[in-house]
């Protein structure tokens, strides 16, 4: 398990999403660290491999991430909104989303609720 701290008492579930999440953490930073290097590097053999090992690793973050799209209904919501859009990629995250039942903190849509109070 990642040497970041986790809380003690975890679900399973959450003891996973955090295993999940701390590996995708790792895997990004692998991924960095090979670019960097690869980048630099002026062996065109070596460079190949440092770029051949960059790829490997980001088809590691890509499954862990995939794990936490199907793991967390929120996450999946907003990759939704925001993967693959054309135009202005501030403009898709605002873009308002259907909302997953169950998902949230269950209080509600505030600003309908604001808004109903100062009608009455």
Not at 91 to 108: F, Q
Request: proline fraction near 4%; avoid cysteine.
């Amino acid at each position: 398990m990642s040497s970041q701290a986790i809380e003690t008492g975890l679900s399973k579930d959450a003891t996973s999403i955090h295993r999940a999440l701390a590996s995708l953490q790792e895997e990004l930073e692998a991924v960095d660290y090979y670019h960097q290097r690869a980048d630099l590097e002026v062996d065109p053999e070596l460079k190949a491999v440092l770029t051949h090992n960059e790829n490997d690793e980001l088809e590691h973050a890509a499954m862990q991430l995939e794990w936490l799209r199907r793991a967390l209904p929120p996450l999946d919501l907003q990759l939704g909104k925001i993967l693959y859009a054309t135009g202005s990629i501030t403009a898709a995250a605002a873009a308002k989303a259907v909302p997953i039942p169950g998902a949230g903190l269950g209080l509600g849509n505030l600003q309908t609720a604001k808004n109903n109070e100062v009608q009455s």
